[in-house]
């Protein structure tokens, strides 16, 4: 049974997306988790959890990132210089460009940002989903429409063109687990802004969730701001979310709960 969440802030949306995870018994078919200002959060509770994450990274899971480094992997917040002006996206992409081949060392699939703005089509080369999203809502913008959804970027194969594009590679991309588990991100205009949903075929909501929720929001800003929209909501769609007891991180329940209890109480203060 789907699940459903809808939150203020990134803090927020988390938590009551793993308390619902836990109430269900740790594993969830089809969680859904809406953001209102992606942008938001509470430094504490993304803290909170990059010391829990730290602490099994010093063990045997070295594979474990500290919640900024998943959020970059969507979006490298520190590439995007918006004071470059019109300049700001071509030197977003002239970075990722320049430190692809490092990136592929120690990610030999690359990253999903890698996807989104030079996603691997045989035939005609990189294709950058993101520009070609951008200049389609800037387009609509000039002819003064407030909404429409014919803005998406994919994961797993190209669509038609101007329409919609792949993150996942076939014949390359085989794995039932591991990267990609992002699937399709889709941008909408309602009432004059730009909102995002993005569809994960599976998600390790302690270890990769906040990241992923934060790097949603940074695409939406980027896509947002250069394309002359105001930002909405983030949607994500989790076709099969883990709380990890066992299953992921394989934290054990006792540790996870411990956690939501830590996190609960620093929402709880804000509020």
């Not at 959890?49 to 730290?54: G, R, S, T």
């Not at 540790?255 to 509020?271: G, I, R, Y």
């Amino acid at each position: 049974m789907a699940i459903f969440v809808s939150e203020t802030n990134i803090s927020v949306a988390w938590v009551t997306g793993l308390t619902k995870l836990i109430e269900a018994g740790g594993e969830a078919v089809n969680l859904i988790v809406a953001i209102a200002k992606p942008l938001v959060e509470i430094q504490e509770v993304r803290s909170t959890l990059d010391e829990f994450i730290a602490a099994r990274r010093m063990g045997n899971r070295k594979s474990m990132e500290k919640v900024s480094t998943v959020a970059n992997t969507l979006f490298p917040q520190s590439w995007y210089r918006a004071n470059l002006g019109e300049a700001a996206a071509d030197h977003l992409y002239e970075l990722e460009r320049e430190t692809r081949s490092a990136s592929h060392r120690t990610a030999k699939h690359g990253t999903y940002f890698e996807r989104m703005v030079a996603w691997p089509d045989p035939e005609k080369g990189p294709v950058n989903q993101l520009s070609r999203a951008i200049e389609r809502l800037s387009a609509a913008r000039e002819r003064g429409h407030q909404r429409g959804n014919q803005y998406e970027v994919g994961v797993t194969g190209p669509m038609e063109e101007g329409i919609a594009a792949p993150i996942v590679v076939p014949g390359h991309d085989n794995s039932t687990r591991g990267f990609p588990c992002l699937s399709h991100i889709s941008f909408s205009l309602h009432k004059g802004e730009l909102h995002l949903a993005a569809l994960y075929r599976s998600h390790d909501y302690v270890s990769r969730a906040y990241g992923n929720y934060i790097g949603l929001g940074r695409v939406l800003s980027f896509v947002g701001n250069e394309s002359g929209w105001p930002i909405g909501e983030v949607t994500c769609i989790s076709s099969s979310a883990t709380s990890e007891f066992s299953r992921g991180g394989n934290f054990g329940k006792g540790a996870v709960e411990d956690l939501l209890t830590k996190c609960v109480a620093l929402v709880e203060s804000e509020q």
